[in-house]
Each structure stands twice: as structure tokens, then as C-alpha cells.
């Protein structure tokens, strides 16, 4: 099965589960997590059921293009659901059968695995799944978002497309995947992850990353304490970002580190007040 | 009389809580009967990472009937002078649905009260047992409890089912928005199995043939002999430990070991990262050339299923660990291009503990402490630049790749790169043992430079930890400080010196941090957490707690001597040596404290009176040199036999000499005169620690 229909069944599937399909949200994102779809999202009572594809660039990962496994730029598929089905897992697992996978012929486990990221002060509480031993989904039930216990929880669904798909293509470099019948990833992706990595690791200066970030951060504080959610929130996108970038250049001390992670804090938590306020309002915040 | 079984169904519980919650279950569960008032036969519990299981035979269907004393009024306005009941008594039957033969009169307290015998009529079981279900589950105590569902329950992780069994009857209850029935569910092959469950018996039957095996003992069996066999197959034995195989037992339901091979020819990485890769990654064990130490190119995973299809899940194995390890291979190659002292600048990016700096700063406090010691000590020039050298790398491999890849490798790493840089085999070696040992058991530091930076690095930590107050209670400890300060012990127990600067180096270590006030509290709190842990140690070790305890009352720096001092005594517990000197010790120790002698002065010969006097003064004087060159050289059975040879002297000075004497002079030299010996005996133990049955 081709990259590119591996999406599409996962998006025919969701879909049939009620969860809107939207396009990944337009900025440069670490993690499905920080998408607006999730992050502002998990937050109040209201119900939401989405499922999206999101491009995560983690620039220390990258590796010029020149590693099998490792890339600058993946592909995640995003599931959010809250509150969550009595059946998820099973509903997962099905998804799986849906891609084509005998799961009888394999074996599929879920190991303990909970994160949290500083910068949104969230937490989730689930596990990897493997399947024949890769690692293809992280499943968590959100705890906590902003500093907030959730109430409901969300469940969130993360597949690694590349990870999928060298599964299913039994491919050992992500390179060599299919992406259609004619075109591979290779093809696709090979330039912009070595152009990429070059701007990351070389071209980039830490100077004027530690500019931008200043006038994102800027700009964000202004427009949240104005209460203009989303312009607002791309900027601390936009700022997450530039730390990474700042990570990958090995360019922070402790201190600054732990500076930059309180400062982006802020702005989540400025961002999740206001959806909260929203929500009492009865405003249904659009995304 | 019936049977009981509960089974609650969860998402996949995290593989190294799963017996750790069963325990709780049952234990919890058996508690609650226990104070009920129904009788109960043999228990049983199961776990796997889906399931918790109790089984519990012979329960009546009723709970007994009993009787409890109610209390009344006062016999005095109960009743009258002429006998007559009065509204107080007749209010009393009432309330409590009581006849007249009922009560009876009890006294308290010199006055006289109505007392009820009220019966209780049993409850029925199913009403009782219900309560104790929900009572039970609502018991669990869980250190990242999570919710999922709307009445807000609490527990490991989401529950799926609950089968609630009294004999055929269903017990019905309602927990986390799931109501019992009596299913259960096999192992998940292709889509959920759920099958119906008549009576209790039949649930073992049944759950066996879909494919689950209930008894952590017997998948643990399953799964140690398998692996075993296998490896016997290709000359080679398998690689664990008891944690390891515990985790990878509670990730199934029903383990099948399969072989796997890594399937690259020529293996350039070290050892270890092909290790943690099938270790780590791949929940997989190892194996070891039989008669060797090296690995072979082979590893046993363990599949959550029968043994159809295995061979894709072989192969699946297999890609993973080619990748890993081409991956590790890469990192490998990438770290040996950076200079060491490149990454010892890019430890001022590590955080070594919150509000506590980095991990550079952590190493030039090492680097301090290291000169401090070996100044103490002291070491010769060569051990003491080894060991500088050693803590000035210690941490280097923290920023490496490899580490970063696999966090369980570091120190290892750290000296692999080390001995690739040049430096000498001590230097080396002295790293890759710093984080030795992991746990309570665990190997130890083989050099002793290796030793000396293991006790410098956890004393860094815990002089950080007590300042930072973290909490190190056993559920907590997020800092392993209990960990670290046991390493501590294991290290100085082994190193066969007589003495280990124990206290010089906690003092030294808490300067470097800008401590504001309450410094000699911090020292104080740091220095019985040591304590503390050698007397756990002591336990561990079969040391019996008094003897434990004398020992301990010595000063911390002979901490070195603990361990053997204590089992010299234990190997005398049963004999007429030891309780007579404890018996002598204690004849001492009593009349010093009887008189509230405080005084300093050395012995006056010319005050003696008594011939007595002076044979134990000579014995004591004669005793005193062999004494402490004994105890410097660890000879500590010839010490205690040296004690047990002063003791007729010192009885012999009680019988003849009265301490106490109406002269003070005389009296104040007899004191000093025993409490010099008395400093003789508790240069051991504190001998009177130790108690004697009977």
C-alpha cells in the first residue's frame, strides 16, 4: 500500500467515526500535539472528534537526508478524540485491519509509555504500540493541558506514517518507500531534509534566532493579553520553533533553556485562558 | 456456601506494576474480609498486563448473626426505689427493638447502666461482598493514577470489564461507568474474543483455552525455561536479570520465545549498545557464548501469542534490531569525531538537578571533591591525577549521541570513548564503573579509583538533593537518593580500610553549593541518611537489628569496619564469650551513669588502694595498644577475645573494690579508671546494643 493511500484509508476511517478531517494546520510544528486542532482543543467541556495529517520538523533529529531512519521533517497522523470511546483501542486496532494488517499473523503491544511537554504544561498517560516490535502509534489519554486537569480527558492518537508504511512496504529505508505507484519519498523529500538540516545545523545563527524568537514572543504576549486567540497562538508556534532550532544548534545553557520553556509557558497558558473563557461565554472558539 | 471470582479487564496495566497491583487487590480485598462478618476459605490472585483476578472458596451466603452490648441509661433513672421501669428504660427497648430479657445491669465506675444484648442478623453475602468490591478497587493506591471516563474514577489504567461471579449468581455493581457481568475475554488475536462464564471453576478453563495464562509463576517458568533452551541450542545462554525478566513476563498473556537473529555480519559498535538495543528497544534477551563472555550475533524475543505466524514476527524483530543497530553504529562513528573536552563544554546544557546548575558545574564540584579526597586519604600523585581525570570526564558521555540513544549506557560509553581518546586504562575504567552499583546487589566498583568516584558523585548528589528537600519518602524519591546513598554504603563496606573520611567529604561537598542557613542541619540530615541506609544494608546482609545497632553507634568514618564487625559479632550470638563481655560492658557502663561521673582527669596510680585497682589499671594499660592495633588490622576475633580476657579483671575489681567511696578523690579515680576502660570497649561496638533472650 502506497504512502499516500495509508492516509487516505486512516482519514476514510476516522471519518467514519464522526471525527472531522481538516488539513494540517499551517505552521512550522514540532508535534501534532501543538496543533491548535489538539492543544486548544483538549481544553473545556465540549465535545471534538478530529483526525488530521501534520508535518513535525524536529531539527535535532535530522541527519542530512543521509540516515534510514532518521528525518528532520515526519509525517504524523493525528487523532483526537474527546471524550473517548469506550471502545478506543478496539476502534484503533481496527483502523490497523483497515490498512490491511492480518493482525493475527502479527503481534501488536502496547508498552507503558507517558509523556509531558514543558512548554504546554501537559501531560498524557498511555503507551507506544508496537507492532512485530517497531514502534507505529503513541495512544494517550491527555491528563492535563496548561497546567489544567482535563474534564473531560481527550484521547490522542499519534501514528508515524514513515514508521507505518516501512511496515506495511517492508522497506528498510524511509527513502525507498512508495509514496504512489512511480514516486518515492526519496524523490519527494530527499532535497528539502538535506536543505533543511544545512540550515539548521550550519547555516542558521543563533544571534538572529534569538531575534526572532524575542519579536514572536513579542508579538504573541500582545496579541494574546488583547484576547486575539489565534494570530496570537501561531506566534508561539512560530516561537517553538525557533527553540528547536536554537536546541539544534547546541546553543542554550541550562538556564537559558529552562528561560526560553518558561517563557513560551506563558503564552500557552495566556492561549488556554482564553479558550476557557470562551467556552463560559458559550462562544464556540472556531479553529 | 459458594464461590467468588472477580476479573477486571484493563487496558494494557504498565508490565512492571502488574504484580504490584494484584498484591494490592488481594491484599486489600482479604483485609476488608477479614473484618467482615463472613467466613471465607483459601484465596488466590492472578495478574497479566490486562487482568487482576481473585478467587476466594467456601463463602456462606449469609454473613454469621452476632451480638453486640448497647448500651443504656443509668440504672438510677432507668428505674426506681421500688423497682418500677421508668420512660428512660422503656425508651431504651424501643430504640433498639429490645425485649425485656435482653437486658442486664453492668457497673462503671461505681454507678450502675442498662445494657442491651442486641442481635445483629447477618447480611447476605452478595450484599456484603459488592461493598467490599467497590471498596477495594477504590483502595488502590497508584503513584500516576489516571482518569478517562466521567465519574471521575482513579486507577492504572482504564477498565474495560468486570466479571463479578457468586457462584452462578452475577454480582451486580457499577464501577467507572462499567457494570459487571460475567464475561471475559481472551487474548486478542484478530478481533476481541469475549465468552460467557457459567460458575468461578469454569472461568480457569475457559481463560486457559483462549489463550491466557493467569499465574505470573507459571508464564515466568514458560518463559525462563524457553529461553534457556533456545540459547542451549546455539551454545549460549541468555542475558537478564530478575527486573528484566519480570517485565517482559507481565507484558503477556501468553509468552511465546522465539529466536531471532541480528543479522549483520561484521559488528564494529561495542558490545553493549547491541545489548541495550535488544535489551531496551526490543524487550528481547541477549545471549552470551556459553563458555565465554562475548555476544552472539542472536537474540530471544518473546511473542504476546501462540507460536502461528511467529515467523513474521521474527522478521519484524529482526528489521528493528538491524535498524537500531546500524542506527547506534552511526551515532557511534559520529561521537568519536568530538573531542572529549568539547563535550565537557557541552555539559553547561545539561541540567543535573532542578535549581541546581548543569552538569558542568557538577563537574567541576568533582573535580574539587576528587582533590579533596585524595589529599584526605591520601592517595599517591598517580591515583590522585587518575581520579581527577576521571571525574573531569566523568560526565562527558552524557552529551554523546550514543547515550542520548541509549540513556542506560552511560558510564560505559563514557570509558569506551575515554581509553579511544588515550587516556590510561585507570582513567578509563574509573568511568565506566561511577554509576556501579545500580541496585541494592548489584556488582560494585572493581578499581578503586572507580570506587572513590562512585562515593564522590553520590555525595555531590545527596549534599544537592538535602538542600534542594527533596522528598525522598520510599513512594517518592524521584532522585533515587535512597539508591544513591545505598551505593554509598555497598562501596565503603567493600574497600577493606579500617576507616573512610565519611563526614570530612559530606562537609566539604555541602560547601560548594551556596548553602544560606541551617548548614550543620544539612550535614546532620545527609549524614543519617547515610547511616540509615547501612543499617538497611546491615538487614539485607542477615545482621540481626541490635547488633546492627551497635554497630552503628560508632562515628560514621569507620563505617568501612560496620559490616565486619557486626558479623564477628553475630558469629558469637550463642556463645559464653560475648555475653559475658556485654555483661561486663554493661556492669561498667551502669555505674558510670549511676554516678553522673563527668570527669576528665587521667588515672592517679597513687590513689589506688586495692590490689584489684591495680591489676585491672595494668590489664587495661597492657590491653589498650594490642586493642587498637587489632581493630586498625580488622583482626576483630582477636579483639573480642581480648575482651573476653580483661572481664575476670573487672569482676574481680567490682567484688573487691567499692567504687563509690566516701573520698572523692578516690571515688573520682575509680570512675575515671572505668570510664577509660569503658572507651576501650566502645571503640568495637556499643556492646550494650545487644540483648540475650531470657
Given amino acids: 500500500m502506497y504512502f499516500q493511500e495509508v492516509v487516505s484509508k486512516l482519514e476514510n476511517f476516522w471519518k467514519k467515526q464522526g471525527c472531522v478531517i481538516l488539513p494540517p494546520f499551517d505552521e512550522q510544528i514540532g508535534a501534532g500535539t501543538l496543533s491548535p486542532y489538539t492543544f486548544l482543543k483538549v481544553l473545556g467541556k465540549k465535545p471534538w ?34 471524550p473517548p470511546p469506550f471502545d478506543i483501542r478496539e476502534l484503533y486496532l481496527s483502523s490497523l485491519r483497515s490498512l490491511g494488517l492480518k493482525l493475527s499473523k502479527h503481534e501488536v503491544k502496547f508498552l507503558e509509555d507517558n509523556w509531558e511537554t514543558a512548554v504546554l504544561g501537559a501531560q498524557g498517560v498511555g503507551w507506544e504500540v508496537r507492532l ?11 491528563q492535563l493541558a496548561a497546567g489544567v486537569e482535563l474534564d473531560p480527558v481527550s484521547v490522542e492518537i499519534t501514528y508515524g506514517l514513515e514508521r507505518l508504511v516501512l511496515f506495511i512496504q517492508e522497506k528498510e529505508n524511509v527513502f525507498d518507500i512508495m509514496w504512489n505507484e512511480d514516486i518515492t519519498y526519496g524523490n519527494l523529500r530527499l532535497d528539502s531534509e538535506r536543505e533543511e538540516c544545512i540550515y539548521a545545523f550550519d547555516e542558521s545563527e543563533v544571534s538572529r534566532l534569538v531575534e526572532m524568537f524575542n519579536i514572536y514572543e513579542g508579538e504573541g504576549l500582545r496579541l494574546l493579553e488583547r484576547g486575539i486567540l489565534i494570530p496570537g497562538y501561531q506566534y508561539l508556534l512560530k516561537c517553538s520553533h525557533v527553540f528547536n532550532l536554537l536546541e539544534a544548534r547546541g546553543a542554550m545553557s541550562v538556564s537559558e533553556r529552562v528561560t526560553y520553556i518558561s517563557r513560551m509557558r506563558k503564552m500557552a497558558n495566556l492561549s488556554a485562558r482564553l479558550v476557557l473563557e470562551r467556552e463560559e461565554k458559550d462562544e464556540k472558539p472556531s479553529v | 456456601m459458594k464461590n467468588l471470582l472477580c476479573e477486571i479487564y484493563t487496558e494494557e496495566m504498565p508490565a512492571r506494576l502488574v504484580r504490584d497491583t494484584e498484591r494490592q487487590f488481594s491484599e486489600i480485598f482479604a483485609g476488608l474480609l477479614k473484618h467482615s462478618h463472613l467466613n471465607y476459605g483459601e484465596i488466590e490472585s492472578f495478574g497479566t498486563p490486562r487482568r487482576i483476578c481473585i478467587f476466594i472458596k467456601d463463602i456462606p451466603e449469609k454473613e454469621e448473626d452476632t451480638t453486640v452490648e448497647v448500651k443504656g441509661p443509668s440504672y438510677k433513672i432507668a428505674v426506681d426505689e421500688n423497682g418500677n421501669k421508668l420512660p428512660p428504660y422503656l425508651k431504651f427497648l424501643e430504640t433498639h427493638h429490645l425485649s425485656e430479657s435482653d437486658i442486664f445491669i453492668k457497673e462503671i465506675k461505681d454507678s450502675k447502666y442498662l445494657y442491651g444484648k442486641k442481635l445483629l442478623k447477618g447480611r447476605d453475602a452478595e450484599d456484603v461482598l459488592k461493598e467490599l468490591i467497590i471498596e477495594t478497587l477504590k483502595g488502590l493506591h497508584f503513584t500516576r493514577p489516571m482518569h478517562w471516563e466521567s465519574s471521575g474514577v482513579e486507577f492504572i489504567r482504564p ?80 542475558v537478564y536479570t530478575e527486573d528484566f525478566l519480570e517485565e517482559v513476563v507481565n507484558m503477556n498473556e501468553y509468552p511465546t520465545p522465539f529466536l531471532a537473529s541480528i543479522g549483520i555480519k561484521e559488528i564494529r559498535i561495542p558490545e553493549c549498545i547491541i545489548e541495550s538495543v535488544i535489551k531496551s528497544h526490543l524487550k528481547s534477551f541477549p545471549v552470551k557464548e556459553r563458555n565465554g563472555t562475548s555476544l552472539l550475533p542472536y537474540f530471544i524475543g518473546v511473542r504476546n501469542g501462540t507460536s502461528d505466524f511467529i515467523e513474521n514476527v521474527r522478521a519484524g524483530y529482526e528489521r528493528v534490531a538491524k535498524a537500531r543497530i546500524l542506527d547506534g553504529s552511526f551515532f557511534f562513528e559520529e561521537d568519536k569525531k568530538t573531542p572529549l573536552e568539547v563535550f565537557v563544554e557541552k555539559l553547561g546544557g545539561v541540567v543535573f538537578m532542578t535549581g541546581l546548575g548543569s552538569m558542568k558545574e557538577k563537574t567541576e564540584r568533582l573535580e574539587k571533591l576528587a582533590k579533596f579526597i585524595a589529599h584526605t586519604l591520601p592517595l599517591s600523585n598517580s591515583e590522585a591525577e587518575n581520579l581527577i581525570r576521571a571525574a573531569h570526564l566523568s560526565k562527558t558521555d552524557l552529551v554523546s549521541n550514543v547515550v542520548g540513544e541509549f540513556p542506560e549506557l552511560e558510564g560505559r560509553i563514557g570509558g569506551i570513548y575515554a581509553r579511544f581518546w588515550g587516556e590510561n586504562e585507570e582513567v578509563a575504567t574509573a568511568i565506566s564503573e561511577q554509576y556501579l552499583p545500580l541496585y541494592s546487589g548489584d556488582k560494585l566498583p572493581l578499581s578503586e579509583i572507580g570506587k572513590i568516584l562512585s562515593i564522590i558523585d553520590r555525595i555531590d548528589t545527596l549534599a544537592g538533593g ?145 590490689k584489684a585497682e591495680e591489676e585491672l589499671y595494668n590489664v587495661m594499660s597492657d590491653s589498650k595498644l594490642t586493642l587498637n592495633s587489632l581493630l586498625e588490622k580488622g583482626d576483630y576475633e582477636a579483639a573480642l577475645s581480648l575482651y573476653y580476657f580483661i572481664s575476670p579483671s573487672v569482676f574481680k575489681f567490682f567484688d573487691n573494690v567499692l567504687v563509690m567511696d566516701e573520698n572523692d578523690n578516690v571515688k573520682n579515680n575509680r570512675l575515671s579508671l572505668l570510664k577509660e576502660l569503658k572507651s576501650l570497649f566502645d571503640a568495637y561496638a556499643d556492646f550494650s546494643q545487644i540483648t540475650f533472650e531470657g
Fill in chain 1, 49 to 82: 472528534s478530529v483526525a488530521y495529517i501534520q508535518p513535525s520538523r524536529r531539527p535535532v533529529d535530522g541527519r542530512y537526508g543521509e540516515n534510514p531512519n532518521r528525518l528532520y521533517l515526519h509525517h504524523q497522523f493525528q487523532v483526537i478524540i474527546k
Fill in chain 1, 132 to 142: 512485530d516490535g517497531l514502534e507505529i502509534t503513541q495512544f494517550t489519554y491527555f
Fill in chain 2, 159 to 238: 477498565i474495560r470489564n468486570i466479571l463479578l461471579l457468586f457462584g452462578e449468581d452475577v454480582l451486580d455493581i457499577e464501577y467507572a461507568g462499567v457494570r459487571s457481568n460475567n464475561l471475559s475475554f481472551g487474548l486478542q488475536i484478530d478481533v476481541p474474543l469475549s465468552f460467557t462464564i457459567k460458575h468461578p471453576e469454569e472461568y480457569f478453563k475457559k481463560i486457559r483455552e483462549n489463550y491466557v495464562i493467569l499465574s505470573y509463576n507459571e508464564r515466568r517458568r514458560i518463559v525462563e525455561n524457553r529461553i534457556k533452551d533456545i540459547a542451549r541450542k546455539i551454545n549460549g545462554v541468555p
Fill in chain 2, 466 to 610: 538535602f538542600i534542594q528537600g527533596i522528598d525522598y519518602s520510599s513512594s517518592k524519591d524521584p532522585f533515587g537518593l535512597r539508591r544513591i546513598a545505598s551505593g554509598v554504603v555497598q562501596i565503603v563496606f567493600s574497600m577493606g580500610l579500617g576507616r573512610f573520611p565519611l563526614k570530612a567529604l559530606v562537609y566539604e561537598a555541602l560547601t560548594y553549593y551556596q548553602i544560606e542557613k541551617d548548614e550543620d542541619k544539612k550535614r546532620d540530615e545527609v549524614l543519617n541518611f547515610l547511616r540509615e541506609r547501612a543499617e538497611g544494608i546491615l538487614k539485607e546482609k542477615g545482621i540481626r537489628y541490635d547488633v546492627a545497632n551497635a554497630v552503628l553507634m560508632l562515628p560514621i568514618d569507620l563505617m568501612p569496619a560496620y559490616l565486619e564487625r557486626a558479623s564477628t559479632i553475630m558469629k558469637h550470638l550463642n556463645e559464653e564469650t560475648l555475653a559475658l563481655i556485654c555483661t561486663t560492658n554493661k556492669r561498667i557502663k551502669n555505674i558510670i551513669e549511676k554516678s553522673g561521673f563527668k570527669g576528665e582527669g587521667s588515672v592517679r596510680r597513687d590513689l589506688f588502694f586495692d
